[in-house]
């Protein structure tokens, strides 16, 4: 079984950053699709930012593109999340997922963090 245990997130003003992390363990984590989404008070969940590991390609919600970066480390079983220049509306609780490759989605989701962003 997958977990997925994410940290990082806090309090902070806007047009600084943060550092999200999201821990792996259960199955080989090079195998997995990972990705971060997020969820704002009274919205929907949003797609935030995605890696494969077949192609290694990055994806980002036009929202957040050009500021934030996702990346992972096989080594450690992690997958990052850099936020830079934030703004009051990526205010959220940051879900780490992950999911193999195929119609499946993203099967396993972490239990989200929050992050606010003071303007």
């Known amino acids: 079984q997958v977990q997925l245990v994410e940290s990082g997130g806090g309090l902070v003003q806007a047009g600084g950053s943060l550092r999200l992390s999201c821990a792996f363990s259960?199955?080989?984590?090079?195998?997995?699709?990972m990705a971060w989404f997020r969820q704002a008070p009274g919205k929907e969940r949003e797609f935030v930012a995605s890696?494969?590991?077949?192609?290694?390609?990055?994806y980002y919600a036009d929202s957040v593109k050009g500021r934030f970066t996702i990346s992972r480390d096989n080594a450690k079983n992690t997958v990052s999340l850099q936020m830079n220049r934030l703004k009051s509306e990526d205010t959220a609780v940051y879900y780490c997922?992950?999911?193999?490759?195929?119609?499946?989605?993203?099967?396993?989701w972490g239990q989200g963090t929050q992050v606010t962003v003071s303007s």
């Open positions: 997922a992950a999911g193999v490759p195929g119609p499946s989605g993203y099967e396993y």
């Open positions: 259960g199955r080989t984590f090079s195998s997995y699709n």
């Open positions: 890696d494969y590991p077949r192609d290694r390609t990055p």
